[in-house]
């Protein structure tokens, strides 16, 4: 089986600075792309950032603000939050795209979310 775990959330005040870290483990043969995404309260789902190969992307709301990066083994996935806002408060969730055996697809899989709370 497969599992991501994400860690890192937490309350922070607006201004301030959380790094989130999700590890993909278990039956794993490749990692292809790796992303985080967030959902607000009463909001739907959206893109945060996306890793695959060299190439990356960033939510326009959070560029300038937020950096994502691959780890060496490739099953992790970072994302560097500075000068956090309030409306960045939300539940970040890390996907990964993965082959979980010799011949198989890449599947997406989601790990169980942390919350991020910027507040005062």
């Known amino acids: 089986q497969v599992q991501l775990v994400e860690s890192g959330g937490g309350l922070v005040q607006p201004g301030g600075s959380l790094s989130l870290s999700c590890a993909a483990s278990?039956?794993?043969?490749?990692?292809?792309?790796m992303g985080w995404y967030r959902q607000a309260p009463g909001k739907q789902r959206e893109l945060v950032a996306a890793i695959i190969g060299a190439g990356s992307t960033l939510a326009d709301s959070v560029k300038g603000r937020f950096s994502v990066s691959r780890g060496s083994a490739k099953n992790t996935v970072y994302l560097q939050m500075n000068s956090l806002k309030p409306e960045d408060t939300a539940i970040y969730y890390c996907n990964a795209e993965i082959r979980a055996y010799y011949g198989g697809s890449y599947q997406v899989y989601w790990g169980q979310g942390t919350q991020v709370t910027v507040s005062s």
């Open positions: 278990g039956s794993i043969v490749s990692v292809s792309g």
